[in-house]
């Protein structure tokens, strides 16, 4: 079965950092691209970024390029979010979600339960 | 970017009806689009891939149509499991969701 555990959400002031990590299960994790995406509460869903199995193609949504950093270790079975300089628009439930290919244009086929971002001072 | 617009926002419905969902792609997606269901504090779940493919395990009421600029999701016979939000999403060009449509009783 399928897992995606996100953790690292939290509280943090705006300016400050965070590190979000995704640990996958019941699956070969090396075969599969991964992505975030998040849903500010009451809204809907908006995609971060993803990243290819061996991590050579990365993308980012413009609103987070230059700010977030994604990363996999696939040794671990783990993807990681890197947030910096968080603003209040960061606010939001960050979902881990698994795509059924290794890399290029892919709808995701699974889904974490999230891990809650609140940027507030 | 490629934006999505989803109608209606909010449909109002009762078991046993046909219910159609209506996506547009700003610019030709080709077929390259998924619709998913999500349930209050619950995450999205995928039910339709490449416009028309139905994903392993869904209800065969569900169904999903077009291709290029226009899409539809449709549910031949509503249930009451079927009350949710629901969201079109292109992959043809980075990733775009629409702003969901909730059907409510």
């Known amino acids: 079965e399928v897992q995606l555990v996100e953790s690292g959400g939290g509280l943090v002031q705006p300016g400050r950092s965070l590190r979000l990590s995704c640990a996958a299960s019941?699956?070969?994790?090396?075969?599969?691209?991964m992505h975030w995406v998040r849903q500010a509460p009451g809204k809907g869903l908006e995609w971060v970024s993803g990243?290819?199995?061996?991590?050579?193609?990365?993308q980012y949504a413009d609103s987070v390029k230059g700010r977030f950093t994604i990363s996999r270790d696939n040794a671990k079975n783990s993807l990681y979010l890197q947030m910096n300089s968080l603003r209040a628009e960061d606010t939001a439930l960050y979902y881990c979600?698994?795509?059924?290919?290794?890399?290029?244009?892919?709808?995701?086929?699974?889904w974490g339960q999230g891990t809650l971002v609140t940027v507030s001072s | 970017d490629i934006q999505m617009t989803q109608s209606p926002s909010t449909l109002s419905a009762s078991v046993g009806d046909r219910v159609t969902i209506t996506c547009r792609a700003s610019?030709?997606?080709?077929?390259?689009l998924a619709w998913y269901q999500q349930k209050p504090g619950k995450a999205p779940k995928l039910l339709i891939y490449?416009?028309?493919s139905l994903e392993s395990g869904v209800p065969s009421r569900f169904s999903g149509s077009g291709s290029g600029t226009e899409f539809t999701l449709t549910i031949s016979s509503l249930q009451p499991d079927d009350f949710a939000t629901y969201y079109c999403?292109?992959?043809?060009?980075?990733?775009?969701f629409g702003q969901g449509t909730k059907v409510e009783i």
């Open positions: 990243i290819s199995w061996n991590s050579v193609s990365i």
């Open positions: 019941g699956f070969t994790f090396d075969d599969y691209a």
């Open positions: 490449k416009a028309s």
């Open positions: 999403q292109q992959y043809n060009n980075y990733r775009t």
């Open positions: 979600a698994k795509v059924p290919g290794p890399v290029g244009l892919y709808y995701f086929d699974y």
């Open positions: 610019q030709s997606i080709s077929s390259w």
